[in-house]
């Protein structure tokens, strides 16, 4: 019984590890750069993963002037670092851009650029 008893809670201790080392390796998107050439916003996004199918940039938002303009949603990361989007944004000289990055698993990071 002590064996049984002995057995389990090292198994618990083991899953234990195990989750809150998978909650260390997730992390938000680290950096973002954004470019804005007339009708194109570019977006360049640096997301490490080694799983790009579970861990990824699940969703972009775009908001001009505080308003949501525009929302991608993802399936994948296109690459294990950096990755650029290119989305189709009409703005007027002195519109604000506001972009934000969703992790898969935690975490965003959020961008703004004035035309």
């Not at 670092?81 to 898969?104: E, H, K, M, P, W």
């Amino acid at each position: 019984m002590k064996y049984r008893t002995y057995t389990m809670f090292v198994i618990m201790l083991l899953i234990g590890t195990l989750m809150v080392s998978i909650q260390a390796a997730a992390h938000n998107p680290r950096f973002m750069k954004l470019d804005y050439e007339p009708e194109t916003l570019q977006v360049l996004i640096l997301h490490f993963s080694l799983a790009p199918k579970i861990h990824y940039v699940y969703k972009v938002d775009i908001e001009k002037n505080g308003e949501l303009y525009t929302s991608e949603s993802y399936n994948s990361q296109q690459r294990f670092i950096f990755f650029r989007y290119s989305y189709n944004v009409t703005a007027t000289s002195g519109d604000q851009l506001t972009v934000t990055a969703y992790c898969s698993l935690f975490g965003k990071l959020t961008k703004s650029l004035i035309t």
